[in-house]
C-alpha cells in the first residue's frame, strides 16, 4: 500500500448521527489521513484535497458486522475475500468479523494472518477473523487460542459445529477466560434439532419437515450460561433466534453475567411462515422461528440488547438448486444488509439510534472493537447515506459472489453514497 | 404480502384452472378434486372391459423418476401409463448418487433431452416434487408419487374415490386417520382432501411422538384416545407403521402400540355400524389392524387397491390435457 | 334458413331402422354417443321395442384432438351391453367431419368385436374429412364450414345454429 503523507478530506453540510456520541445535527466532518480531526469548525489551517458534498444526507459511523462468512480459503466458488468486502464497503462496513468455518479452518495463525494480509490487499474494510475454539472445529480438543488471540483474533468460535460434549464447552471457556479471550456460541442442542431443516411449527407440519423446536436452542443456551458463568468466560451469544432465548439472556445480565449477544438480520424480516413454498433461501442457520419471536428480536435491538450481524453466507447457484433441505443454508446478505436496516427504520419496526447503534457502538462494546464511533482522534471509518433514496439489488448488479440473496429485485430504502475507511473512500456510488 | 411464486397451489393449475402438475391436494379446489374423481370413476369403467387401454396419452413418453424404491407404487404408475398408451421408461435412482441437488438437476436436464412429456417423482425429500415441477422445461408434467413425510397426492385421491364410491358423498362423513401421522406424507395430503370435498370432520388418533406440531392447523382434531377417537367415525383409515419407529424413541414397542392404536374387533365396534376400514398397504397384521378386521366385511382394503390404477390414469390424463392446452396456446 | 324439428326426424330414422331390421331380436344393441347422440337414440329407443339394454358411449379418451384440448373436463363412464358378435346401431346427432364417429368404433372395439355397425345420425352436414358415412340419416343440409349445429335436449330436443367467429 502506497503511504500517502498528507490526505485530508472534509464531509460539508451531511447530518452527523452517533448515538453513542449525542451527535445529532448538520455539521462538517475534517478528515486528516485516517483520523477524524475535527467536528463542525475546521481545525486552524486545514485545507481540504477532497471535499465531499453530503447535503441532504446522513453521515454514521462505519458499521461493524460481527458475522460473516467470506468464503475464503477453500470456497472461491462461492465469493473471495475481495469480492465479499467489497459487497460489505457497499453496505457501509468498515470492520467486519469473519467466520472460522473456511477451509481450512481459522485454526492457526498462518491462517488468520492469510485471511488479514488478503483483506488488506483488498482495501475495502478491517477485516477481524474470529478464530475456532477448538482445532479443525471438530468440537473436541482445544485450538491454539493463545496464539490465535496475538494473530489478531477478535473472539473464539465453534461457529455451526457441535462440541462433543459439556465438557468440552467448559474446558475450551476455562482455558479462553485465563487469557481473556472472548467466546461466541450459537448455541444448539444437535439431539433435539435432529435433522430439523426449519422451526418446528405449522409450517413445518404443512411441508413434511422434521423442526427444529425453539428448546433446542434454549436448553443448549442454558448450558452455555451456566458454564459462562462457571468460568468466568467473556460469552457472546451469536445469533439469537427466539423470545425465550433473549430472554434467558437477560435475565442472566440482570444476575451479573458477562454476556452480550447479537441476532442475524434474517431473523428480524422473516419467520417460519416464509418457507412454505419451498423457498430455499429460507433454508438458514439459525431458523427462523414465529412471528412472535421475530417480534421480539426486533424488540430486543430496540432496547439495545442485541447487536445485528449479517450472518453473511454466500452461495453458489448450484448449491441452492436443490429440494429445500437439501439445498446450502444460508443467504448472502452484505450487499444489502444497510439498506435492509434503514428499511426497518423507515416502517417504524426499529429506531434510527437503536439501528445505528446495533451495527456500530453495540458491537464494538460487546466484542471491545476500537470502532464504531465517530468523534475527534477516532479512526476515520464513516458512512454516507442517503436514507431517502431508494436501492433495488439484481443479480448483475450485487457484488457478492453469492446470488442468493432473497431482497434481489425489491426496492429498499437508504443507500449509502460513500464509505470511507481508515481515511479511504472506498466505496462511491 | 406479494403473491409467493412457489405457493404450490399455483403452480399446479394452468392460467384457465386446468390442472397441470399434480403435487400436493392442498389448495386445490372442491371442483378441480370431483374432476379429478369423477375423471377416475370413468377410468374404472374401462378396466372392466377386455381391452383396458385407451388411446389418450399415444406417443407420449411418462418417466417414473423414483429416487426412493417403492415396488408397488411405481408398478401401479406403470400400469396406468400403459393402459393410457403411453411409452414409459422406469427409473430407479438410488438416493446415495443423487444427494446432492446439482445431481437432480444433471438427472432432469438428461432426461429432457431425451423428450419426455411426464415425470412420476417419487423422493424422499419434502418438496422434491415442486422443485422438479419449478425447473422442469415448459410442457412437462409432474406428478408427485410421494415426497419425504409432505404429500401422496394419488394414494390420497384414490381412498377419496373408495370412500365416495362407499359413502356416496363426504358431506356427514367423519373420518378417522390413525397411527404414525408424523411421518406420514399421506395423512397430509387426505386431511387436505377431506376438508376440501366437504367432510364434516378429520380426526387424527395417535400418541403425541407420532403426532407433528400444530396438526390441527391442517384441518384435523388430534386424539391420543382410539376409543374417543373413534366415537361416531365413518370412515377409519389406519396408516403403515415402519419397524424402524420403535427406534428414536418413538414408540416403547409394536405390543403396546398394538394394544393402543391397532384396530382391532372391540375398538371397531366403537365406531359407527356402517363404517369403512381403509388401510394403504402393505398392511401389518396384529402391528396396526387385527386380520379378522383388515379381512372383515367392513374392510375396502382390496377396492383401494383397484381404484390405485384409474385414479392415476385419471391424474396423468388431465395433467397431460393441462400441459397440452397450454403449449397450443403458448402458440397462438 | 330454418331447421327440420328433430322428433320428425327422428320418426324418419326409426321407420328405416324398422325398415332394415324387420325383427330387432337380441344381436342388436343400439348404442348413443354422448351426449346429443345418448338423447337420439334414448328417444329412439323408447319407441322402438328393442330385446336389449340402451348403450352409452363417452369417446372423451378416444378424441383425436386430445393434444389440442386436454380431456373433456365432464367425463361421462361409456355402459355398454355384451357387444360381441352383435349388430350395432350407433346413434349420433350431427355427422360433420367424421372423427367422433372414428373414435366411437375405436372404443366400441376396445369392448368386443361387434358382426356389423349402422350408424344413424340426426343430420348429415357435409364437410367430412374421414370416409365415413351414416347409413341412416334423419336429414341432409349444407351448412357453411364455420356454421355448426346445436343440439339442445334431452327435453324438448331442439336445433340452433351456432356461428364460429374467426
Known amino acids: 500500500m502506497k503511504i500517502q503523507p498528507q490526505h485530508t478530506i472534509c464531509i460539508q453540510g451531511g447530518h452527523v448521527f452517533d448515538p453513542s456520541e449525542n451527535l445529532d445535527a448538520i455539521m462538517d466532518v475534517y478528515i486528516e489521513n485516517d483520523c477524524i480531526v475535527a467536528l463542525g469548525k475546521a481545525p486552524e489551517g486545514f485545507k481540504a484535497e477532497e471535499t465531499i458534498n453530503a447535503k441532504g444526507k446522513m453521515i454514521f459511523p462505519g458499521f461493524i458486522d460481527t458475522n460473516a462468512f467470506l468464503s475464503e480459503p477453500g470456497f472461491t466458488q462461492k465469493g473471495t475475500i475481495n469480492s465479499e468486502t467489497q459487497a460489505a464497503a457497499q453496505s457501509g462496513i468498515t470492520t467486519l468479523c469473519c467466520t472460522p468455518n473456511s477451509k481450512p479452518v481459522l485454526d492457526s495463525s498462518a491462517q488468520v494472518t492469510l485471511v488479514q494480509d488478503k483483506a488488506k490487499q483488498a482495501g475495502f474494510c478491517k477485516v477481524l477473523p474470529i478464530g475456532a475454539l477448538t482445532a479443525g472445529l471438530n468440537g473436541e480438543q482445544l485450538s491454539n487460542m493463545h496464539g490465535l488471540k496475538e494473530a489478531g483474533c477478535i473472539a473464539l468460535s465453534n461457529q455451526e459445529t457441535s462440541f462433543k460434549d459439556g465438557h468440552v464447552i467448559k474446558q475450551c471457556y476455562h482455558y479462553a477466560a485465563g487469557f481473556g479471550i472472548t467466546v461466541m456460541a450459537t448455541p444448539l442442542d444437535p439431539a433435539l434439532a435432529q435433522d430439523g431443516c426449519m422451526h418446528e411449527s405449522a409450517t413445518s407440519t404443512q411441508l413434511g419437515f422434521a423442526g427444529i423446536g425453539e428448546s433446542a436452542e434454549t436448553t443448549a443456551l442454558a448450558q452455555h450460561l451456566i458454564l459462562a458463568e462457571e468460568t468466568g468466560v467473556k460469552l457472546h451469544i451469536s445469533r439469537v433466534s427466539s423470545q425465550r432465548a433473549l430472554d434467558m439472556i437477560n435475565a442472566a445480565k440482570r444476575n451479573g453475567l458477562n454476556v452480550t449477544a447479537d441476532v442475524a438480520l434474517g431473523n428480524l424480516i422473516f419467520n417460519a411462515e416464509d418457507c412454505a413454498g419451498y423457498n430455499s433461501l429460507m433454508h438458514v442457520t439459525p431458523v427462523y422461528r414465529s412471528k412472535q419471536d421475530q417480534t421480539a428480536l426486533i424488540n430486543g435491538v430496540n432496547k439495545g440488547e442485541l447487536s445485528i450481524c449479517s450472518n453473511h453466507l454466500p452461495q453458489d447457484i448450484a448449491s441452492k438448486m436443490a429440494p429445500f433441505a437439501a439445498s446450502e443454508k444460508g443467504i448472502s446478505v452484505l450487499d444489502s444488509f444497510s439498506s435492509v436496516i434503514f428499511s426497518l427504520v423507515k416502517n417504524k419496526q426499529l429506531t434510527l439510534e437503536a439501528a445505528i447503534a446495533s451495527i456500530s457502538s453495540l458491537p464494538a462494546k460487546q466484542l471491545n472493537i476500537a470502532a464504531g464511533v465517530i468523534k475527534v482522534e477516532a479512526a476515520a471509518d464513516l458512512c454516507i447515506v442517503d436514507l431517502d433514496a431508494s436501492i433495488t439489488h439484481t443479480e448483475s448488479n450485487m457484488v457478492s459472489g453469492g446470488k442468493n440473496n432473497p431482497w434481489l429485485d425489491q426496492p429498499l430504502s437508504g443507500k449509502v453514497t460513500h464509505t470511507i475507511n481508515n481515511g479511504h473512500i472506498v466505496y462511491q456510488s | 404480502m406479494t403473491m409467493n411464486p412457489l405457493d404450490p397451489s399455483q403452480i399446479q393449475l394452468t392460467e384457465d384452472g386446468r390442472l397441470k402438475h399434480f403435487l400436493t391436494t392442498e389448495g386445490l379446489s372442491k371442483e378441480i378434486l370431483t374432476e379429478i374423481l369423477d375423471t377416475a370413476d370413468s377410468f374404472i369403467g374401462t378396466q372392466a372391459r377386455s381391452v383396458k387401454t385407451v388411446p389418450l396419452l399415444r406417443g407420449k413418453t411418462v418417466v417414473n423418476l423414483f429416487f426412493e424404491n417403492s415396488t408397488r407404487t411405481r408398478s401401479t404408475f406403470e400400469l396406468a401409463a400403459k393402459r393410457l398408451s403411453a411409452n414409459i421408461l422406469n427409473l430407479d435412482i438410488a438416493r446415495s448418487a443423487t444427494s446432492k441437488g446439482e445431481t437432480l438437476m444433471d438427472t432432469l436436464w438428461n432426461l429432457e433431452s431425451m423428450y419426455s412429456d411426464m415425470f412420476v417423482v417419487r423422493h424422499a425429500d419434502s418438496g422434491a416434487a415442486h422443485f422438479i415441477a419449478q425447473h422442469v422445461t415448459p410442457n412437462v408434467a409432474v406428478i408427485n408419487a410421494g415426497d419425504g413425510r409432505h404429500a401422496h397426492p394419488t394414494q390420497a385421491m384414490l381412498d377419496m374415490l373408495t370412500i365416495r364410491r362407499e359413502k356416496g358423498s363426504f358431506e356427514n362423513l367423519t373420518v378417522a386417520i390413525v397411527g404414525d401421522i408424523l411421518h406420514s406424507r399421506v395423512a397430509r395430503s387426505q386431511i387436505y382432501a377431506l376438508n376440501t370435498l366437504g367432510a364434516k370432520e378429520v380426526r387424527v388418533i395417535g400418541p403425541n411422538t407420532l403426532l407433528p406440531q400444530e396438526i390441527e392447523s391442517l384441518g384435523a382434531k388430534a386424539y391420543n384416545n382410539m376409543n374417543q377417537g373413534l366415537k361416531g367415525v365413518d370412515v377409519i383409515i389406519m396408516l403403515r407403521l415402519q419397524k424402524e419407529r420403535m427406534q428414536n424413541a418413538l414408540l416403547p414397542s409394536e405390543a403396546e402400540f398394538y394394544r393402543l392404536y391397532g384396530l382391532s374387533t372391540d375398538k371397531l365396534a366403537l365406531a359407527n355400524p356402517d363404517a369403512i376400514v381403509m388401510h394403504p398397504g402393505p398392511i401389518n397384521r396384529g402391528v396396526e389392524i387385527e386380520s379378522a378386521v383388515a379381512d372383515g366385511p367392513q374392510s375396502v382394503i382390496l377396492k383401494q387397491v383397484s381404484n390405485g390404477i384409474p385414479m392415476r390414469m385419471a391424474v396423468m390424463a388431465m395433467a397431460m390435457g393441462g400441459q397440452q392446452s397450454g403449449q397450443n396456446k403458448e402458440e397462438v | ?166
Open chain 3, 1 to 166: 334458413m330454418s331447421l327440420p324439428q328433430p322428433s320428425t326426424l327422428i320418426d324418419n330414422m326409426i321407420a328405416e331402422v324398422n325398415q332394415r331390421f324387420p325383427t330387432l331380436n337380441e344381436s342388436i344393441v343400439m348404442v348413443g354417443i354422448h351426449t346429443g347422440g345418448a338423447w337420439i337414440a334414448n328417444a329412439m329407443y323408447q319407441k322402438l321395442n328393442l330385446k336389449t339394454p340402451l348403450g352409452l358411449l363417452d369417446i372423451s379418451f378416444y378424441r383425436d384432438d386430445f393434444s389440442q384440448n386436454g380431456l373433456h373436463p365432464q367425463v361421462k363412464s361409456s355402459e355398454l351391453p355384451d357387444i360381441e358378435g352383435k349388430t350395432i346401431i350407433l346413434v349420433d346427432d350431427v355427422i360433420m367431419s367424421g372423427r367422433t364417429i372414428r373414435a366411437a368404433m375405436n372404443e366400441l372395439f376396445d369392448y368386443g368385436r361387434p358382426k356389423e355397425i349402422v350408424l344413424a345420425c340426426l343430420l348429415d352436414v357435409g364437410h367430412r374429412e374421414l370416409p365415413i358415412q351414416a347409413d341412416i340419416v334423419g336429414s341432409a343440409i349444407d351448412r357453411p364450414s364455420n356454421q355448426r349445429i346445436k343440439l339442445s335436449g334431452p327435453e324438448p330436443l331442439s336445433l340452433s345454429t351456432v356461428t364460429l367467429d374467426k
